[in-house]
T-cell receptor
């Protein structure tokens, strides 16, 4: 693994189903983030984690949950998917939460909820 | 509230220079990032400014004026591969990035 990986690459999901998007990084970064990107809108932060064992809510957390059991993994779970959660989801990580730490992004997961 | 404003789309000619502007209003300020995003791909880091002035990095330069809430990205000697969206993202007082919708740059031969 080099950098950040996400799985699956894309998924079509029936409304009401539970889904977990996976994110793994091998850079030993402390901070990790989940964003969604919709056409015409900027990236919106869903949840974040400043270090293993801690998580926080971003701008649009409703309907999503995360966990950070270790440094490398940061899964995002949709408990009961709805069509408005159709989006491209990006996981990102950074070496820390200080202002100068750039974020590195995974390749994204394209999710369609029908 | 927090707001980022950048043009939706710009067109430029290969070999030319283009300036992409960004104005912002955030709760506190801890620097501003520019990212490049090719269609269907992830954003990648271009530049970071925290002090006023111009930062030059090869063909790309980024400028910041904190008092005006203004930044621009300057791309010189445009190449076809520069066709992409350019995302302006200031960092607020909680060290969270606030993302603009991005400027889609179209390069014509």
């Amino acid at each position: 693994i080099a950098g950040i990986t996400q799985a699956p690459t894309s998924q079509i999901l029936a409304a009401g189903r539970r889904m977990t998007l996976r994110c793994t990084q091998d850079m030993r970064h402390n901070a990790m983030y989940w964003y969604r990107q919709d056409l015409g809108l900027g990236l919106r932060l869903i949840h974040y984690s400043n270090t293993a064992g801690t998580t926080g809510k971003g701008e649009v957390p409703d309907g999503y949950s995360v966990s950070r059991a270790n440094t490398d993994d940061f899964p995002l779970t949709l408990a009961s998917a709805v069509p408005s959660q159709t989006s491209v989801y990006f996981c990102a990580s950074s070496d820390g939460t200080f202002s100068y730490n750039e974020q590195f992004f995974g390749p994204g997961t394209r999710l369609t909820v029908l | 509230g927090q707001n980022i404003d950048q043009p939706t789309e710009m067109t430029a000619t290969e070999g030319a220079i283009v300036q992409i502007n960004c104005t912002y209003q955030t709760s506190g300020f801890n620097g501003l990032f520019w990212y490049q995003q090719h269609a269907g791909e992830a954003p990648t880091f271009l530049s970071y400014n925290v002090l006023d002035g111009l930062e030059e990095k090869g063909r790309f330069s980024s400028f910041l004026s904190r008092s005006k809430g203004y930044s621009y990205l300057l791309l010189k000697e445009l190449q076809m591969k520069d066709s992409a969206s350019y995302l302006c993202a200031p960092m607020d007082s909680n060290y969270q990035l606030i993302w603009g919708a991005g400027t889609k740059l179209i390069i014509k031969p």
